[in-house]
């Protein structure tokens, strides 16, 4: 399914369902904490945190063989030359068929995929692999991010591609792999993070919105040392640079 045909697929539904402004989300505890107070968060001695959002898509994009998913690692380090300590985590929601189904709006079993295996996962499809980051991110992103990801993993919630419609809008029992990871913000509900964006464009709209809300230190900066720690090194990855724009 490529963009111009899942655009209309999205006007259709939209119009007879009232997509995004009537979709009830699934009630993730990650969204009950505002802003000041996941920016009150303080990191512990020696611990910092890092954000890596991924999109891949075949070539031409079809929708069916797209993903985005995002990774968050803290690193503490206990003592001047030692190595630190890495700690893992991400967020990459799929049916648990690994069958997307764009067409179909029922929920199914969704599953949380690891880095690694999400990686091998889109490359098994030929799909291009990218990446935004490392940056470094607040103390309070990582508390929020923990808490969405073992929301998801939680058994409270299943997959479907299009979300703002169907049994998943109707019931909020349901989401897709990008809303799986923005349906923690609190600030910006899903009209900030339309389904018109999907594969590298979803992910790029999420580091977009990351940037806006200043959860980013130093943007400019990017930590690629993380690159090879985290074994990422092996794989085709196209590294991408976010560039401040106007997006529709």
């Known amino acids: 399914m490529t963009r111009r045909t899942l655009s209309i697929l999205l006007a259709v539904v939209c119009t007879a369902s009232g997509c995004s402004a009537l979709a009830k989300k699934p009630p993730t505890p990650a969204d009950n904490y505002t802003s000041e107070q996941t920016a009150a968060i303080a990191a512990g001695p020696g611990e910092r945190y890092y954000l890596l959002v991924f999109g891949s898509q075949e070539t031409p994009k079809r929708a069916k063989y797209t993903h985005t998913w995002a990774t968050v690692v803290k690193v503490t380090e206990y003592a001047v030359g030692a190595a630190p300590a890495i700690q893992e985590e991400t967020i990459s929601w799929l049916p648990s068929s690994r069958d997307i189904r764009p067409l179909s709006f ?132 196209e590294r991408q640079t976010y560039r401040s724009r106007r997006m529709p």
Request: negative net charge; aromatic residues 10%.
């Open 106 to 237: 029922m929920v199914e079993p969704g599953t949380n995929f690891g880095l690694h295996l999400t990686i091998q996962e889109v490359l098994s499809h030929k799909e291009r692999v990218s990446l935004w980051g490392p940056y470094e991110v607040r103390p309070g992103f990582g508390f929020r991010f923990h808490i969405q990801k073992s929301f998801m993993e939680s058994g409270r919630v299943g997959y479907q591609c299009i979300d703002n419609a169907g049994e998943a809008a109707r019931t909020g029992d349901g989401c897709n792999c990008i809303h799986a990871i923005t349906d923690m913000d609190p600030v910006f509900d899903r009209k900030q993070y339309p389904l018109t964006y999907f594969g590298n464009a979803a992910s790029e709209n999420i580091v977009r919105r990351l940037h806006e809300r200043s959860v980013i230190l130093c943007p400019e900066a990017e930590h690629g040392w993380l690159i090879p720690v985290l074994g990422l090194d092996q794989y085709p990855i």
